[in-house]
Every structure is written in structure tokens, then in C-alpha cells.
């Protein structure tokens, strides 16, 4: 079985070449091979013709081949589809900020959380992605949006502490200075809140910004929205937040999706803001975004809502939907991925 190259470390690769014989510095070299584009062995043109050999024997190099690419004639949001070499497709999306040009990449092929308003979980999960076919979606829409990425979010299809040793793998390796060298404080992790998780990511004190999407304040509400939550409920989760932030310094944000006549109330907003005051995180607002599948309905009351958040003192910003016209917004990257398990 031929191993995957791209989904190691430059540790692990020093390692391999110190095995055979090899120099160190080799693993330098490959490694920054594979962050430049190369989609054979061949192309290494400073190995040895044995040596690019044997790589060829024993490893293989992941080449994602793109089905699918739609611009956004609204803000020119791009959505890509991409085939994974055993015929998965994997949604990325890269959004034009004013900060930078962020990607969105996905974490696995489906998504077993059972959120009640999103479309990625509706045919549960299909497996988890390597860390090579992460990196693949943040090179791969680099090159061909021929922009450079400055941010990378997890926050497309899956749960990423749901593929918690695959996803610190991939977050090592994008920020190695000789790889694609992208800052942990430019890196967003967004999560359902699983909340050993959550403890285990703080304890590698990684520099990123943690996400929790909490959608609602209240336990009835949340376990109603998020299967997640019914194991420890919400003030569990905050607590693991604050506990978050004391070993990493780094506070958490938080996402709130308002849909209609669920998690709109004024007593909602009360609550909310009482629960995100204790963690200092910041909290941000999208309208919900539709999804044909489901039958919630975005909030009409946004005003009256965030009018309490600021008497209450809350840090709060309403996002913007980027690529609503290729259903590229939050929770509506789906469609491939499930006639994908259903072929
Ligand atoms: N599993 C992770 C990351 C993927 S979902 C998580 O739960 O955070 C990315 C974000 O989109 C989450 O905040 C999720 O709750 C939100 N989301 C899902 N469906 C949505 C919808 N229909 N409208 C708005 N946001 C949605």
C-alpha cells in the first residue's frame, strides 16, 4: 500500500529519509516540492532519478481534479468542487475580504452532527478528509483563483473536531514556515461545540481563532437544533470556552444564526448576552440562510434583538452572506456530497 506524502510532517519525512540512508535535508526539499504544485515525482528535479523512483514506489502524491467551479455574479465568491482520488467531491470556497482573500475549506465528506438547519449533515458523513486533501483545497484554489490566501476557515462540510487528529496534522503543516506558511491568527476552527475536543485543541495551545456555533442560549432550544448538545448543554460549553482561553489566550467567538420565531426572542437575547459576557468572546450574527430541505425561516427581527445585545454591553458584528446565487453561504454546501454517497 502506497502511502500518502502530502498528509506528513517535515518531521516524519526527515525521519523517512534518515531510514533509507538519505540526507535530512532532503525531507526540506520534497516538502517544499509539494507545496508548489508538483503532481509527480518526475517533477523533482533535484532527487536523484532513483530516488524520485522509489518515492514513486512507496508513496503517492493526492491531485484533486476539479468537476466544478462557480463565481458568485454578486460579490464574486468561488465556489469549487473537487474529486478526491477515490471519487469523493469536497466543497471549497474562497471570499474576497477587505482583510484578505479567505478559503473555506471542508474537514470531511458529509457530516455526522445532525444540525436541524444544515444541509451539509443531511446524508450523514462518508469519511473523514486526510490532511493532504485539506491542504489540497487551500494550494488548489490558490492557483486557480490565481490569488494569494491569507485566511483559511473550517468551516465547509464536517465537523473539524470530529477529525480532530487529521485536522492538527493539516493546521501543522499549512503553518510550517516552508509550506504554505499561513499564521495561526489567520486561521478560524469553527465547531458544534464537542466539548472534550475543544479541551484537547487548547491543550496544544495553537494560536487560531476557536468558533462555536452556538445558535442558541438555552438548552431546550439548542438540543432541539444541535443533537451535540444534549450531552453536556450549554453552560458545559462555555465553561469549556472559558477554559479554552485560559490555556491558549486566545478568546472564542461565538456564531449565531437567527431563524425565525426558534432563537429570536427577546428573553433569547437576554440569556445570550449573559452566557457570552462570562467568555469576553466576540459574537457573530448571520441571518439564517435557507435551505430548501428545511423548514426554518430567517429572523425578522434582528433589530429588536441586537438592540438588548448592546444595552447588554456584547461585542457583536452581523455577518454578511458572501455567494448566496451559487449557494455557496453557510450550511448549503451539500448537493455533490450527497449524490455522491447516493451514486
Ligand atoms: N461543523 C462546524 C463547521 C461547519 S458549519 C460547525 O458546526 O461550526 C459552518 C457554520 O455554518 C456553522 O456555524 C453552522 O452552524 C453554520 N450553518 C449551518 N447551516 C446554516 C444555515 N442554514 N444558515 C446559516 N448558517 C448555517
Given at each position: ?26 525531507a526540506?526539499?520534497?516538502?517544499k ?17 532513483k530516488?524520485?523512483?522509489k ?14 467551479k ?6 464574486g465568491?468561488?465556489?469549487?468542487l473537487w ?17 484578505g ?16 438547519f ?19 483545497q487551500?494550494?488548489y484554489?490558490?492557483?486557480d ?10 468551516m ?33 476552527l ?6 472534550d ?24 432550544t439548542r438540543?432541539?437544533?444541535?443533537p ?5 448543554g ?7 470556552c472559558?477554559?479554552?482561553?485560559e ?12 431563524i ?5 426572542s ?8 449573559e ?5 469576553g ?5 448571520i441571518l ?5 430541505e ?30 448566496g ?14 449524490d455522491?454517497?447516493?451514486?
Amino acid at each position: 500500500m502506497k502511502r500518502d506524502i502530502k498528509s506528513m510532517d517535515l518531521p516524519e519525512l526527515e525521519e523517512y529519509f534518515t531510514q533509507i540512508g538519505d540526507r535530512p535535508f532532503r525531507a526540506g526539499q520534497v516538502f517544499k516540492w509539494l507545496h508548489s504544485g508538483v503532481k509527480t515525482f518526475s517533477e523533482m528535479t533535484n532527487l536523484s532519478e532513483k530516488l524520485r523512483a522509489k518515492l514513486d514506489d512507496e508513496f503517492f502524491i493526492t491531485v484533486p481534479e476539479l468537476i466544478e467551479k462557480q463565481v458568485s455574479s454578486l460579490d464574486g465568491t468561488i465556489k469549487y468542487l473537487w474529486r478526491t482520488t477515490d471519487s469523493n467531491a469536497v466543497e471549497s470556497v474562497v471570499m474576497e475580504y477587505a482583510h484578505g482573500n479567505t478559503v473555506c475549506i471542508s474537514t470531511q465528506v458529509g457530516c455526522r452532527m445532525g444540525c436541524a438547519f444544515c444541509a451539509s449533515t443531511l446524508g450523514g458523513l462518508v469519511r473523514n478528509l486526510a490532511p493532504s486533501e485539506m491542504l489540497d483545497q487551500v494550494l488548489y484554489s490558490q492557483w486557480d483563483a490565481g490569488c494569494k490566501i491569507s485566511n483559511v476557515v473550517l468551516m465547509g462540510i464536517g465537523e473539524p473536531l470530529d477529525n480532530f487528529d487529521n485536522v492538527i496534522r493539516f493546521l501543522q503543516i499549512l503553518n510550517h514556515p516552508e509550506g504554505i506558511n499561513i499564521g495561526a491568527r489567520h486561521i478560524t476552527l469553527s465547531t458544534c461545540g464537542l466539548l472534550d475536543n475543544i479541551d484537547k485543541l487548547g491543550d496544544y495551545g495553537i494560536q487560531l481563532t476557536l468558533s462555536v456555533s452556538l445558535h442558541a442560549p438555552d438548552d431546550e432550544t439548542r438540543s432541539c437544533l444541535m443533537p451535540a448538545n444534549r450531552d453536556a448543554g450549554v453552560d458545559k460549553l462555555i465553561a469549556a470556552c472559558e477554559r479554552y482561553f485560559e490555556k491558549t489566550g486566545r478568546r472564542v467567538s461565538f456564531e449565531y444564526a437567527m431563524i425565525d420565531g426558534v432563537n429570536d426572542s427577546a428573553e433569547q437575547a437576554i440569556l445570550l448576552a449573559e452566557k457570552i459576557r462570562k467568555t469576553g468572546g466576540h459574537l457573530n450574527l448571520i441571518l439564517l440562510n435557507s435551505v430548501s430541505e428545511r423548514d426554518f425561516k430567517p429572523s425578522g427581527n434582528i433589530e429588536a434583538f441586537t438592540k438588548i445585545l448592546k444595552q447588554k454591553g456584547v461585542n457583536y458584528t452581523i455577518r454578511r452572506s458572501l455567494g448566496g446565487d451559487i449557494d455557496a453561504a453557510c450550511g448549503q454546501l451539500r448537493k455533490k456530497a450527497i449524490d455522491n454517497k447516493e451514486q
